[in-house]
């Protein structure tokens, strides 16, 4: 552990104020710069950071194995009282990870941007808020306490609210921009919650003082170290969209597509999974908590990937899949898989980013249209397009060797040689894999094959898209495609690179090691990867084999597909159970309480006041007789007080 | 020497004088007789003064007394004018009439 301000602190720092500074540009001037500056500055400054982050990994790479932690305080934030909080910033293996991960696809997506919302009259706006997103994200990466990581938390979500809602004339967009920063705020509630109980455990909000201390002052398993892990959890359910604070995410979908790609795929959601990874420390004193995290990221992948079957929307079969993929990696941290789980998230990034530009350059193409059921036989007029979908799709299902099969099989292995429910948990991974790769497979049919169901409109040809779409979804392609082989397990002859950069992060004595017949990873391996192949098959089965099948079993079980299509009725459930109930809490409180009530009380003491004015003005009645009548009086009283003295 | 006439007898009428001037003073409707009650009133006090004074043998008393009475002969003068304006705009001088400071 080093405090160096050198040139890694300096690239820190820039690869933080690069993106603000485009938000603050973009903002200020661009409407006045026009379209090409906003565009090029928004993607440049994000670009910039992207290097800045290559420079940052490879003086990384310089540090010996074990030096690779650099902190920085950039400046003395907050000082009162115990509280002593400082701007900092923590560079280790793991941030450099994420922020080339969230800088790198972040520059793809602005670029595709500048295409996809070329057409679009708020286009500075656009470009600014995603500046300021990617800033909060790499700030929440690159934060080295508690409170600045919450800034960057904060900040995020405030960005996905302004992002989603970004068309807000539309009133959906606007409550579903409503609705994600509302439920990620009752997440947010547990965090702090945690964070407050971390600081007046620790006397502190640094990360390093916290973990370093952490093994000494909480005792594993103790109540106050389940408590601070589950309330942390509980943001990370919030911002990660797991069951049960799920819900914003499909309605996200009203957001532009880059929207969804960049921050409802590849980086706001997988804020929940970087601080889990990054309190392992924490979690791994919290055995039942981390069964808990496994458990509800099983259920929660299983359960998207359910509803994702039968969406009929294009961007809500990716919204559930988005859901469910981080469910399995909540399930890798859940299973101390907590580099598995990052590599997951890495891959991930890569494959449903670009599974949302492509489905972003079919509705461009079909202007605006989102409904599987009018698209069809896309294949022959967007070939790149298609390609590169289907590369990601096949990515997604975890097909060997592209990148989606090393991440996923390694969180697969980690949950299986975890504990005594570990298979079970295999079988639930290995099933939902079956499902994902169906309902990708499903997508690509219904969008890029088949007869065509959709009607051309008559100005507007469909054709491919631009350069500037297609060339960052190729080059997300390549990544989906070989980006996994910087992590192939020792079982099948590779050197994990990315497990073995990580390793210092994550190493702990906590750390639970297994030791199993080697023979057996590679066994699992294959089966998984036959698991997710049937579900391929199973799809063309369907679709174009027997392509009446879909609408028989759809009568035949019509009344579980009614509630699979409506996400179970969750949303009616929390309307009824918790909207309603608190809109006539407000209800009441506006009119009976602060109407009738304050109101009430404030002109009621009015009242008063004026009927005891009419009541003395009686006296006044202009005569002096009547005063000097009084006037008698009182002497005739003060005489008397005076002579009982 | 006469005798002196007792203290209590003088108090007693001053008393009574100035009793019946506060009476008056509250009940006359004619501002020029309420201010005859007001020079009642004072007169009886005066008296009183003088009682003490010959009682007590000082001449404080009487030094009062001068000044009640250049002060009760300013206050007429002004009073008497003021009623005078009075009469000139209101053509009555009924006390009751004047009540323009009512609510």
Partial sequence: MSHEVSSIAVLARLILVLPLAGYVLNGLVGERWGRRAVGVIGSGVVGLAFLCALMLFAQLLRLEEGQRQVISDVFSWIGVGELNVSARLLVDPLSAVMVLVVSGVSFLIHVYSIGYMGREANFSRFFAYLNLFVFSMLLLVLAGNFLLMFVGWEGVGLCSYLLIGFWFERESAARAGNKAFIVNRIGDLGFLLGVILIFATFGSLDFDKVFGAAPEVLKTSSSLANLIALLLFVGAIGKSAQVPLYIWLPDAMEGPTPVSALIHAATMVTAGVYMVARCHVLYLLAPPVLIAVAAVGALTAIYAASIGLVQNDIKRVLAYSTISQLGYMFLGCGVAAFSASIFHLMTHAFFKALLFLTAGSVIHALANEQDMRKMGGLYPYMRVTGVTFWVAALAISAIPPLSGFFSKDEILWGAFSDSSLGPSLWVVGAFTGAMTSFYVARLGIKTFHGKPRWTAHANRPVHESPPVMTVPMAVLGLLAAVGGLVGVPAALGGRDNFGRFLEPVFASPLMPHAAHPPGLETILMAVSAIVSLGGIVTAV???????????????????????????????????????????????YLAQRVDAKGIDGAVNGIAALVNSLSLALRRWQTGLVRNYAFLILIAIIALLFYSIRR | MMEAIPTGYCLFLSAILFTIGVVGFLTRRNAVLVFMCIEIMLNAVNLSFIAFARRLGSLDGQVAVLFVITVAAAEVAVGLSIIVALFRKRKTVDVDQIDLMKW
């Fill in chain 1, 541 to 587: 089965y369907f679709y174009i084999w027997r392509p009446e099948l879909p609408g028989i079993v759809r009568e035949r079980f019509r009344r579980a597909y009614r509630l699979v299509l409506n996400n179970y009725y969750v949303d009616e459930g929390y309307a009824a159970g918790v909207v309603r109930p608190g809109e006539r809490m407000a209800d």
